[in-house]
């Protein structure tokens, strides 16, 4: 597999990704978006396999011990989350851009086994537009909140750990900065 043509991003919780990574899914069709799995519950409105691939813990834990995932995590301490090895090799054969969204944790693991990928890190404009992010979107408790955001403090120290450093400031200058770095442009 070429892990050229792979780019990961990652960043804090709620910096964003997910918002920048569904502007990408529906501007830049040639840009190919792995789909996590992951044993937490589905948000209003995410749908399985396009969002997430919803699994429990038992076939978690089997996709890990079988060697099928390329990266996982346990995220804040609750919900397993990864990426499924055969997804992204069988998008990279078809010669397609392959765009990773997935957690520092996993960021790490897939440096390990594609040292060569692009790897991103995608910064909020502020510490208090972080806070401000999480907390208005009002899918967490306040102690989720609390835990994330304890969370993002170690995320954003590992921003030195990247090739590149993208600030989300707005959404579609972002994705068009990060389109750009994977070599494509948007042909609207």
Do not use: C
């Not at 991003?9 to 792995?34: E, H, M, Q």
């Not at 997804?87 to 897939?110: C, F, W």
Request: negative net charge; aromatic residues 6%; proline residues 4%.
């Amino acid at each position: 597999m070429t892990a050229a043509s792979v780019t990961v991003l990652a960043g804090p919780t709620a910096v964003g990704k997910g918002t920048v990574s569904t502007y990408i899914r529906d501007n830049y069709p040639d840009v190919w978006l792995s789909v996590s799995a992951t044993t937490r519950n589905a948000r209003p409105g995410e749908q399985d396999g396009v969002h997430y691939f919803f699994v429990g813990p038992e076939r978690f834990h089997e996709l890990v011990e079988e060697g099928q995932m390329l990266e996982w995590a346990v995220v804040h301490g609750q919900n397993s989350y990864g990426t499924i090895r055969s997804t992204v090799e069988d998008a990279v054969a078809e010669g397609k851009k392959v765009l990773l969204e997935i957690d520092l944790q996993g960021a790490r693991q897939v440096k390990e086994s594609m040292p060569e990928a692009k790897f991103v890190f995608l910064a909020p404009p502020s510490w208090e537009e972080l806070v401000r992010r999480l907390v208005g979107r009002g899918t967490e408790s306040p102690e989720e909140q609390q835990r994330r955001l304890e969370t993002a403090k170690l995320e954003l120290a590992a921003e030195s750990e990247f090739d590149v450093t993208i600030v989300n400031d707005d959404v579609a200058r972002a994705a068009e900065e990060l389109v750009a770095l994977m070599g494509l442009k948007n042909d609207k």
